[in-house]
């Protein structure tokens, strides 16, 4: 599994992580007494929700059918490079698929692993030290066998060379050694997180015979051995990339896997503009479509094959936290370093407008980093929160310790007088001042920034938000760039103001570090996009990460909640509770979806009946 995709929308909930002392699932499934316990399974806390001789997960079809292909749109408008494990280079959609790692997630349990390459793992009393076995079946697409000196090749390499995110979630590693071919051994640094035995164990395992005759830091066009049950097939550089499902996977039998990797082949293909993708899935082109905008789900489905059945429309409950979504501002650019000026231009968008002229009423108002889950601070804090508190009294704005911070709630006139008085206000209490139609910040420049995208799909929404900002004098543009120059930006927050969806699981771990630590708003790649670089932000997270118990966790993030929303690093966007997907009707799935991911590409499946009578109908 390619771990950044993890720290992706499209990644399950978020970044797996590692327990420090009394975890891991060692429950009494596990071996008891002194010494070393050998355990299935590892977990941030408690009980493994499984037993050790589980068939497969609960939520698969066991005897799904293989076959067919499924077919889907890029996010991305393009790619460049078919290595993801660097920060150079655009990567192609869905590589994580071709590779392998110590161990696999479940779609049912945050932060939850079973066995994959390794069947079974000792844990040394002090949880210092991790003695994984291999499966000596495990095998490299081209037949090598798969080896303990991978696994420490690819470790030492990742931590090394690989991607600055890659390189976070593997900071806690001190030694990776084989002891035998089927044997390796983890030593972790003093001082280590919960979370990052996990973060180890999750990373894709590299063929160190392949990379030494290829070089791992060069991005470049030439498909890697993997050892996953994909394998990359044909493809066109920023057309389209295929992966090719391999007949006999070493591993496609594991309990982890069965029921899983269905289709014969799943594509990615590549569109400048999502309406052009959604044209090519009326077509037939693309056979499953996820509508991200309202307004498409409500007004686009109005074709034949909708009316005569050939497409079917699902909303399907999105049961994980939506995360957050919003216009992040760039706080190392000096128009929004006030607070009060970034206070002031939220007000500016009027959600309850938005939401009954564009968006059909589909969407609700996120508030919170951590909206949906019992991270979200409510009211004034608790007694255990003050406790966590206090000693930041002196570091963190006074109003942390009142009611959390929300974005206001505005008449639905599009043009709330009393929110564009209310941000004149903070203007003025900012130093800001008008001449003529201009505002100009307290230096005499123009309060004038740009938001960038990659697609025009936000030109309708941010619009409304404009016009408001422009009857206070400021001069916002929207900047549109190809993919790969928008990720390149990103990359070296070479931007003003951007949207963007980040993810946070239920046991919040080492995605709190890289959306918010002070360290990734430094490294280029990072994905804390606002710059944050508050001591009382990383002291929290540092909590986060060595809290040993679900209860002190969530506290935890509760104040960091209040934190992060009183340092108004964002204007909230929405989310929606469902998944809007459309396909065509050729496909089967489970019942009872997993509670983390709803795993089209890896639960669904081709139903050769269905796409008979579909393809009939024609």
Aim: proline share 7%.
């Amino acid at each position: 599994m390619n771990p950044l995709a993890k720290l992706t929308v499209t990644r399950r909930a978020a970044l797996l992580s590692a327990a420090a002392l009394p975890l891991f699932g060692l429950s009494a499934r596990a071996a008891e007494g002194a010494g070393w316990h050998k355990t299935y399974g590892l977990s941030s806390f408690g009980d493994l929700g499984l037993p050790e001789n589980f068939a497969h997960f609960p939520y698969t079809k066991p005897d799904a059918p293989k076959g067919g292909q499924l077919l889907m749109e890029a996010v991305a408008t393009s790619y460049d490079s078919l290595n993801g494990f660097i920060l150079q280079g655009n990567p192609a959609t869905g590589l994580s698929i071709i590779n392998d790692s110590l161990m696999a997630g479940s779609l049912d349990e945050d932060n939850t692993i079973y066995g994959l390459v390794a069947q079974a793992v000792e844990i040394a009393p002090d949880k210092k030290s991790y003695r994984f076995h291999l499966r000596r079946e495990a095998r490299f697409h081209d037949g090598a066998p798969m080896t303990a000196k991978d696994v420490a090749f690819s470790l030492v390499t990742l931590g090394e060379k690989g991607h600055p995110l890659i390189r976070q979630l593997l900071r806690d590693l001190d030694s990776a050694k084989a002891e035998a071919d089927d044997v390796v051994l983890i030593t972790l640094k003093d001082g280590f997180g919960r979370d990052s035995i996990l973060n180890i164990a999750g990373q894709p395992i590299l063929s160190e015979a392949y990379y030494k005759t290829h070089d791992f830091t060069r991005s470049g066009m030439e498909p890697p051995l993997g050892s996953g049950a994909y394998k990359i097939g044909a493809f066109e550089q920023g057309r389209y990339i295929a992966y090719d499902r391999v007949p006999d996977y070493w591993a496609k039998d594991l309990p982890v896997n069965v029921g899983q990797n269905n289709f014969d082949r799943i594509r990615f293909d590549y569109f400048g503009e999502r309406a052009v993708g959604f044209e090519a899935f009326k077509a037939g082109t693309v056979n499953l479509h996820e509508s991200s905008t309202a307004s498409e789900w409500a007004t686009g489905y109005d074709f034949p094959a909708v009316r005569d059945g050939r497409v079917v429309k699902m909303e399907i409950p999105d049961k994980r936290s939506p995360g957050f979504q919003g216009f992040f501002f760039n706080l190392r650019r000096p128009v929004f370093k006030d607070p009060r000026v970034r206070e002031a231009l939220g007000c500016c968008l009027d959600f309850e407008w938005s939401n009954r002229n564009l968006f059909y009423g589909a969407y609700k108002r996120l508030t919170t980093y951590f909206e949906n889950t019992p991270m979200k601070a409510e009211g004034l804090p608790s007694p255990e929160e003050l406790a966590i508190l206090e000693p930041l009294r002196s570091k963190v704005p006074a109003s942390v310790f009142g009611e959390p911070f929300s974005p206001p709630v505005s008449d639905g006139s599009g043009q709330d007088r009393a929110l564009l008085q209310r941000a004149n206000n903070l203007l003025k209490e900012a130093g800001c001042r008008r001449d003529g139609s201009q505002l100009l910040l307290p230096d005499g420049a123009p309060l004038s920034f740009e938001v960038l995208e990659f697609s025009n799909a936000f030109d309708k929404v941010v619009q409304p938000m404009f016009k408001n900002m422009k009857l206070l004098g400021i001069e916002p543009r929207l900047r549109v760039v190809d993919s790969a120059q928008y990720k390149q930006r990103i990359d070296n927050f070479d931007f003003d103001m951007v949207t963007d969806r980040k993810i946070i699981g239920g046991v919040p771990g080492d995605e709190l570090l890289a959306y918010f630590g002070s360290q990734s708003g430094k490294t280029p790649g990072g994905l804390n996009l606002p710059g944050i670089d508050d001591p009382a932000v990383d002291a929290l997270i540092d909590k986060a990460l060595k809290a040993q118990s679900r209860a002190e966790l969530i506290v935890t993030c509760r104040v960091l909640d209040r934190v992060l929303r009183a340092g108004q690093y964002w204007i909230p966007n929405w989310y929606s509770p469902n998944r809007r997907i459309a396909a065509w009707d050729f496909f089967g799935r489970p019942e009872a979806p997993p509670r983390l991911d709803i795993g089209i590409a890896s639960l669904w499946w081709w139903d050769a009946e269905k796409a008979a009578a579909t393809k009939a109908k024609t």
